[in-house]
């Protein structure tokens, strides 16, 4: 039987990473968008030939992908970010489904930064939030970036998702707030 599929979303530095952490310390199956990108740079030869291909060597270090170097670019120019998302974003979906079909646990939970820009809620049976005060989030991750004007607003997210945490506050209310989730979401 297929697990409850669900997504976990948020803005940037609003803890969705520890909020995945409990999702797994409760029992739910884990699984993070942003490790499936570094183990695509890793190991998908395809994607880094493409990547070659656009940037040349100047984006791989020891023979391996410079994440800091594509940054660079990218978040430099909004055409580059889109060329980009466009060769991740299939590989993603494609390795998170594999995944999901895989899983023996009763909720499988998927951390994907940008769900809601994606059009990836259609693919979960429910979608969990987590937001935190702008000036919270830019302490956490030292200062904004421009990266958030690119994103559906947070009032957005919350109105779209099935479940919504403001994390202002400890690690222990935002693991009781998961395991909260997940007792509703197996109780049926």
């Known amino acids: 039987m297929r697990p409850l599929a669900v997504a976990l979303t948020g ?8 909020a995945l952490k409990a999702f797994a310390r409760h029992g739910a199956a884990t699984i993070s968008s942003d490790a499936l990108v570094h183990e695509l740079y890793r190991d ?43 060769e991740l974003h299939p590989r993603v979906r494609a390795a998170t489904a594999d995944w999901l079909a895989r899983q023996t646990a009763e ?59 403001v994390n202002d506050g400890t690690l222990e209310e935002l693991d009781a707030f998961v395991a909260g989730v997940l007792g509703e979401l197996t109780a049926s």
Do not use: C
Request: aromatic share 8%; hydrophobic share 45%.
């Open 11 to 18: 803005g940037i530095a609003a803890g969705k990473s520890e």
């Open 107 to 165: 909720v499988a939970v998927a951390e994907i930064p940008l769900l809601f820009e994606t059009g990836g809620e259609s693919r979960f049976d429910r979608v969990v939030v987590i937001t935190a005060p702008a000036e919270l989030r830019a302490e956490r991750r030292g200062g904004h970036e421009d990266r958030e004007a690119r994103l559906v607003p947070e009032e957005e997210k919350v109105r779209r998702a099935d479940f919504a945490y």
């Open 44 to 86: 998908d030869e395809e994607l880094q030939a493409a990547l070659r291909e656009r940037w040349g060597d100047s984006v791989f270090a020891n023979g391996d992908v410079d994440r800091a170097a594509v940054g660079q670019i990218v978040f430099a120019d909004r055409g580059e970010l889109s060329w980009l998302e466009a």
